[in-house]
């Protein structure tokens, strides 16, 4: 089990502690009340890339008793995306806790592979309720399975070890491969200037044709010429 080593600290020089090298953090629970402690920031990465949330660590301040806990919570730099704080929960072993496990998704899709399809996750962990000492570091899905656009992995199909209920809704999808979307041929939008001036033209030209045809105001009619000669 990942062993980690804290030291106690005082409140409110967390800037401090962080340019040294270290990892203000908190931890709690029923037998160590709340104290505030300092972690080698480092081998504590290390240990949560290897380990993630879901793991219990063993864990001792100054030197002193060692106590199960697990990591409840992390808290990043917004810029940098380094770890700034941690919040450690001490849990009792015969008590049961309530966790999310992270997915671990294996194997390759042969609907992807196959049909050139796209694969789609819908959730990344899922809520289990267990004892301390049955609580999974992570749940295996294997994708291997989805061979067709029907086939689907729910979460009534993850493989749970024994002594953990999941609380997370069995119909739920994990994860399913969907057909690709074919790109549909953009049509260039119409100028509704381009339009108006078009038009604006037509309409000038055959006013142009009319005027030619217009009889102006006083015009005579023309005269009928008569047949035969003047009667004496």
Do not use: W
């Amino acid at each position: 089990m990942p062993v980690i080593k804290a030291q106690k600290r005082e409140a409110g020089k967390a800037y401090a502690l962080r340019a040294e090298g270290k990892l203000p953090a908190v931890i709690y629970g029923p037998h160590v009340g709340s104290q505030a402690v300092m972690l080698d920031l480092n081998p504590f990465v290390k240990l949560y890339n290897e380990v993630g949330e879901s793991t219990l660590i063993d864990m001792s301040v100054d030197g002193g008793t060692e106590y199960k806990v697990l990591i409840q919570d992390i808290q990043r730099d917004p810029v940098s995306d380094q770890i700034i704080h941690v919040d450690l929960r001490q849990l009792e072993m015969d008590k049961e806790i309530d966790a999310e496990i992270e997915l671990e998704f294996t194997g390759e899709p042969p609907a992807v592979k196959e049909l050139a399809g796209v694969l789609v996750k819908s959730l990344d962990n899922i809520e289990v309720r267990c004892l301390p000492k049955d609580l999974p570091g992570s749940i295996m899905v294997d994708l291997s399975v989805l061979k067709t656009f029907n086939d689907y992995i729910h979460v009534k199909d993850l493989p749970i070890g024994p002594g953990v209920k999941v609380l997370t809704n069995p119909e739920e999808t994990v994860a399913t491969v969907i057909a690709q979307q074919e790109e549909k041929e953009e049509v260039a939008p119409m100028n509704v200037a381009d339009v108006e001036v078009v038009g604006k033209k037509k309409e000038d030209a055959a006013e142009g044709e009319g005027e030619g045809e217009e009889k102006k105001p006083g015009d005579k009619p023309e005269k009928k010429s008569e047949k035969g000669g003047k009667k004496e």
